[in-house]
């Protein structure tokens, strides 16, 4: 017998989540914010920089930064968790929520969403329940209210509004029904990409007991910093506290994010509004090429199906050649001949634009030669 008869075994199934940087003329493949800051920003941020104690430790919890988010919510700051961006603040809420002993806790997602939930799950042992989406990539209603109710009832379900990879904005009165008819169900509302649907948030002061609201600062123009939060009810707000390690959150992130919140909204406002406007244009450009199918967008990321689906993993492999950056969905439920495409720069786009006028007359039968 040896030390790796400790290893938790679920871990042998699951793939290393890894995403390494690789020179692109044009990444539309990381759903980011990639506007860039003005450069008296960047220099004034530089200067509050200089300001870090490099021998301190950061608060333990980001009293600061959490009190200027409950501000902007409208809540207690002690309902507010931070983690390392939202993936951190998902494990948070798993480890947190899977404690029945009884018998096995499960989580319900729809499928196909953010890969995370469900890897994070499994990492821990948790019980994955896959709804899939209708053919629409909506929510399937009599489904999921089927899956909630296996058994004595799932834990936690995650409902990402804008989706990703779908960027579907889901029926708000759905999600409602569905809260409403599962009161023993954490429902986690993930408004990752919400700030690309302005006034489509289902965030309010009086959400019902048994939901916790997510968002990041990572898709509105952070990324770098990897800052995410939660808003949960106090036991739960407790409980993650309580799984949290002390110092999640550097010194420098604490401080980058409470500067930009604080004293640049309107910067990040533009960045945003920028990114809107480039989506309509990518959009355009998608549904430019022959047979293709782009399904509506409300995040920074655009979903297209091409036709025949071979021409998916074709088309993303020709384009990474020209060191255009695209993800290839095509493998996930519903998503068969789908390519995930995030909204660049002005300049990317115009590298897309020009890689799919060379590309798209040779979809057939291998882009890859194109020259």
């Given at each position: 017998?040896?030390?790796?008869?400790?290893?938790?075994?679920?871990?042998?199934?699951?793939?290393?989540?890894?995403?390494?940087?690789?020179?692109?003329?044009?990444?539309?493949h990381?759903?980011?914010?990639?506007?860039?800051?003005?450069?008296?920003?960047?220099?004034?941020?530089?200067?509050?920089?200089?300001?870090?104690e490099?021998?301190?430790?950061?608060?333990?919890?980001?009293?600061?930064?959490?009190?200027?988010?409950?501000?902007q919510?409208?809540?207690?700051?002690?309902?507010?968790?931070?983690?390392?961006?939202?993936?951190?603040?998902i494990?948070?809420?798993?480890?947190?929520?899977?404690?029945?002993?009884?018998?096995?806790?499960?989580?319900?997602?729809?499928?196909?969403?953010?890969?995370?939930?469900?890897?994070?799950?499994?990492?821990?042992?948790?019980g994955?329940?896959?709804v899939?989406?209708?053919?629409?990539?909506?929510?399937?209603?009599?489904?999921?209210?089927?899956?909630?109710g296996?058994?004595?009832?799932?834990?936690?379900?995650?409902?990402?509004?804008?989706?990703?990879?779908?960027?579907?904005?889901?029926?708000?009165?759905v999600?409602?029904?569905?809260?409403?008819?599962?009161?023993?169900?954490?429902?986690?509302?993930?408004?990752?990409?919400?700030?690309?649907?302005?006034?489509?948030s289902?965030?309010?002061?009086?959400?019902?007991?048994?939901?916790?609201?997510?968002?990041?600062?990572?898709?509105?123009?952070?990324a770098?910093?990897?800052?995410?939060y939660?808003?949960?009810?106090?036991?739960?707000?407790?409980?993650?506290?309580?799984?949290?390690?002390?110092?999640?959150?550097?010194?420098?992130?604490?401080?980058?994010?409470?500067?930009?919140?604080?004293?640049?909204?309107e910067?990040?406002?533009?960045?945003?509004?920028?990114?809107?406007?480039?989506?309509?244009?990518?959009?355009?450009?998608?549904?430019?090429?022959?047979?293709?199918?782009?399904?509506?967008?409300?995040?920074?990321?655009?979903?297209?199906?091409?036709?025949?689906?071979?021409?998916?993993?074709?088309?993303?492999?020709?384009?990474?050649?020209?060191?255009?950056?695209?993800?290839?969905?095509?493998?996930?439920?519903?998503?068969?001949?789908?390519?995930?495409?995030?909204?660049?720069?002005?300049?990317?786009?115009?590298?897309?634009?020009?890689?799919?006028?060379?590309?798209?007359?040779?979809?057939?039968?291998?882009?890859?030669?194109?020259?």
């Amino acid at each position: 017998m040896t030390w790796t008869s400790h290893l938790r075994p679920a871990l042998a199934g699951l793939d290393i989540y890894d995403s390494p940087q690789v020179a692109a003329r044009a990444r539309l493949h990381a759903n980011e914010c990639p506007e860039p800051w003005p450069a008296e920003v960047m220099a004034e941020l530089g200067r509050r920089v200089e300001s870090v104690e490099l021998g301190r430790y950061p608060d333990a919890s980001g009293r600061s930064l959490r009190h200027l988010l409950a501000r902007q919510h409208g809540c207690d700051p002690d309902a507010i968790v931070l983690g390392n961006g939202s993936d951190e603040v998902i494990s948070l809420l798993l480890t947190a929520l899977a404690g029945r002993t009884s018998e096995p806790s499960f989580m319900v997602i729809p499928s196909p969403t953010f890969v995370m939930y469900g890897h994070s799950a499994r990492c821990l042992g948790v019980g994955v329940l896959e709804v899939p989406l209708t053919e629409q990539l909506e929510l399937d209603e009599a489904v999921m209210n089927e899956a909630l109710g296996v058994a004595n009832g799932a834990a936690i379900c995650f409902l990402a509004r804008p989706n990703n990879p779908t960027s579907s904005l889901w029926d708000a009165a759905v999600i409602e029904r569905l809260i409403a008819g599962n009161p023993g169900t954490m429902f986690v509302l993930d408004e990752a990409y919400i700030r690309y649907s302005p006034g489509a948030s289902l965030w309010r002061q009086d959400l019902p007991g048994n939901v916790t609201y997510m968002s990041t600062l990572s898709k509105v123009g952070l990324a770098a910093l990897r800052v995410g939060y939660c808003i949960a009810p106090p036991a739960l707000a407790r409980a993650a506290n309580v799984v949290r390690h002390p110092y999640n959150i550097s010194a420098t992130s604490l401080l980058l994010a409470e500067s930009v919140l604080r004293d640049f909204p309107e910067v990040q406002a533009g960045l945003i509004a920028r990114s809107i406007a480039n989506r309509d244009r990518l959009v355009a450009l998608l549904a430019s090429i022959p047979g293709a199918h782009v399904f509506p967008a409300h995040a920074n990321i655009a979903l297209v199906r091409l036709d025949p689906p071979q021409y998916a993993s074709r088309l993303a492999d020709a384009l990474a050649a020209r060191g255009v950056l695209v993800k290839d969905a095509s493998s996930l439920p519903r998503l068969s001949g789908c390519l995930r495409v995030g909204v660049g720069t002005s300049a990317e786009l115009d590298i897309l634009a020009a890689a799919l006028a060379e590309l798209v007359p040779n979809l057939g039968p291998d882009p890859s030669q194109a020259t």
